[in-house]
């Protein structure tokens, strides 16, 4: 079995000869091949040769075209701030909706437009003409409250959950729009699953996260899944308190950060479970016993329903044994 | 006579309304407006601060509560100073450079003062000259550092060396925090103080200033 055959195996509930190994890299990915930060963000050529490096040095099963959050945000007119080795990031004091009004006049970007979401989506296609045939590809989307954060500045964001319900639901909708937008021309472009980040999600608790969220992130899972692709929900932080609604989207893969994977077995029922060694604390930190001991419990907490990856982005500066050791795991046990 | 003990709720259910509007009934009475804050306030904040780390609140709370506090304190500083009352210190607070984190650095800003401090913000992505800067300027007592990412960290370190090439440092506290700070990185690279949440970032910055 290779990669790809092997997490189309694991997702389609079918057998398969090794756990599947799907850490998020970034900025690691980045110093693996020696590129700034900057280009692997605003070139799709650095990204896709940094992940394949990765891939193929350290033995995912996957390649990604995540960066950073502020693509679509980019595209919308939002200012964006480049830094040389890091991730674009976006001022919340000029946020393009620091005004709500201003909301009604935006314009969903084209995202074959030649911006920041025509690059990823350059990204998907060239994936696919150079590890298509080996690698499953996964492409990338924001969450409704991540993105909806990014449009209208996070702190702004939070409060508005109480000052103007209509304005969040109004925000939501266009972000729903938007997003499945873009997955459609990755999709279409090569991407085999489509990852949703929705980091912010794990801020607003259990009632706001019901009441708004989840009826927002559920559509959008449906309607990626109407499109014919694969989902993969990533929310950092600690979702402890939302993983039943989580569970309840029916997305092929859950990723799970500082909630615990033996609680989220419980309340998620079957759903394939991603995670979640720490990656500070263990991957970047501890030594290659650590992740093995470490890798090798939350196996045994999510059961054969289990893909091996990190909590959240592999962090920069991760000793290249500590990520061999988590790829020995994976290559060395079956589910 | 105004039930103070609604100022209390006001701050805790995050009703700016309510809580300004509280504060000028019962200032219009001749409550002294320091009462408000110490018998009040903060122990509104303090209660929504218990109540986010046991998983009661959430981030959303905490701003609201935050806000609502601001409205009343808007009302209640100029009172203060025409007394005469000067700032338990002058903080100069910010995400250090690289770092666009910044809710719990709002949190820590909005407590302090509550507190009784006068804090500066310098907002995010702050870079080490321009702390030192402003601590010159304002002539601040503490300066207090934020940062969520372990690459950014070592901003910290860059920090505390701007202040000392500036000359600033002997007279300044440095306190620090953020998830991934802990107290041997603020031993490490030689600031005074580390605390781990909003709340008790207060205590601390008391404390440092007492020292
Ligand atoms: C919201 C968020 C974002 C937002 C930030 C928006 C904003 N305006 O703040 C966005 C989407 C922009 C973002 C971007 C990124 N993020 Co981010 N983000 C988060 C998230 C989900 C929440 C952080 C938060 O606000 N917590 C709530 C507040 C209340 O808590 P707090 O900040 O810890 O503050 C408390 C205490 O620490 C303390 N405190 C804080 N500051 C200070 C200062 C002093 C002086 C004192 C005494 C105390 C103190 O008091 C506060 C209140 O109690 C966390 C994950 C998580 N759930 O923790 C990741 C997280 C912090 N992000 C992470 C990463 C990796 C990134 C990115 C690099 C991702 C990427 N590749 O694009 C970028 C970096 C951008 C940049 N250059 O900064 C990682 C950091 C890993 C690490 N340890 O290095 C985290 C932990 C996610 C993860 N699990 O990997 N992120």
């Known amino acids: 079995m290779n990669s790809r055959e092997r997490v189309l195996a694991m997702l389609a509930g079918e057998p398969v000869d090794q756990l599947v190994l799907m850490p998020i890299t970034m900025m690691f990915a980045a110093d693996v091949i020696g590129a700034q930060y900057r280009d692997y963000a605003l070139d799709h050529r650095v990204l896709v040769e940094a992940q394949i490096a990765v891939a193929e040095k350290y033995h995912f099963d996957y390649v990604s075209c995540i960066s950073d959050p502020a693509r679509e945000a980019a595209d919308c007119g939002a200012n964006i701030q480049l830094f040389d080795n890091q991730p674009p990031g976006l001022d919340e004091q000029r946020a393009l909706l620091a005004d709500k009004t201003a909301l009604a006049k935006l314009k969903i970007p084209d995202p074959l437009g030649g911006g920041r979401m025509t690059d990823r989506v350059q990204a998907a296609a060239l994936f696919k003409t150079k590890a298509g045939q080996s690698k499953f590809i996964e492409g990338w989307i924001e969450g409704p409250c991540a993105q909806a954060a990014d449009l209208r500045g996070i702190n702004s964001l939070m409060t508005d959950f109480f000052d103007d319900p209509a304005f969040v639901r109004e925000l939501f909708e266009f972000v729903l729009e938007m997003e499945l937008k873009f997955a459609r021309v990755q999709i279409e472009a090569g991407a085999d699953i489509i990852g949703v980040g929705d980091a912010a999600a794990s801020l607003v608790g259990p009632a706001l996260y019901e009441e708004f969220v989840l009826p927002f992130e559920k559509r959008m899972v449906d309607g990626l899944h109407a499109l014919g692709t694969r989902v993969r929900l990533h929310i950092c932080g600690n979702t402890r308190r939302i993983l039943k609604g989580m569970g309840s989207l029916g997305c092929e893969i859950v990723d799970l950060d500082l909630a615990p994977l033996d609680e989220a077995r419980r309340q998620m029922g079957n759903q394939i479970l991603l995670g979640n060694l720490n990656p500070v604390r263990i991957l970047r930190d501890g030594t290659t016993a650590d992740v093995t001991h470490a890798i090798a419990e939350c196996h045994r907490q999510a059961g054969a329903r289990f893909i091996v990856g990190a909590g959240c982005e592999v962090p920069r500066g991760t000793p290249e044994n500590n990520l061999l050791a988590l790829a020995a795991y994976a290559r060395s046990h079956a589910p | ?211």
Not at chain 2, 153 to 165: F, H, Y
């Open chain 2, 1 to 211: 006579m105004q039930d103070l003990k609604q100022l209390y709720q006001a701050v805790l259910d995050g009703n700016a309304k309510l809580s300004k509007s509280v504060t000028e009934a019962a200032i219009a009475e001749g409550v002294d407006p320091q009462k408000l804050v110490t018998e009040f306030m903060i122990p509104a904040m303090d209660e929504a601060g218990r109540r986010y780390e046991c998983g009661d609140f959430f981030v959303p709370e905490l701003l609201i509560a935050a806000r609502a506090m601001k409205a009343s304190l808007e009302i209640i500083r100029p009172l203060l100073t025409a007394q005469g009352t000067q700032p338990v210190g002058r903080v100069v607070i910010g995400t250090v450079k690289g770092d666009l984190h910044d809710i719990g650095k709002n949190l820590v800003a909005a407590m302090l003062e509550g507190g009784g401090f006068e804090v500066n913000d310098l907002g995010v992505d702050v870079a080490p000259e321009k702390f030192a800067a402003a601590a010159r300027e304002k002539n601040a007592t503490i300066v207090a550092l934020s940062a969520l990412l372990t690459t950014t960290m070592p901003s910290m370190k860059a920090t505390v060396e701007a202040l000392k090439a500036a000359g600033v440092r002997n007279h300044v506290k440095i306190m620090i925090g953020g998830a991934p700070v802990t107290q041997k990185y603020a031993d490490e690279i030689g600031a005074d103080g580390y605390s781990e949440s909003a709340a008790s970032a207060v205590t601390l910055a008391r404390r440092l200033m007492a020292a």
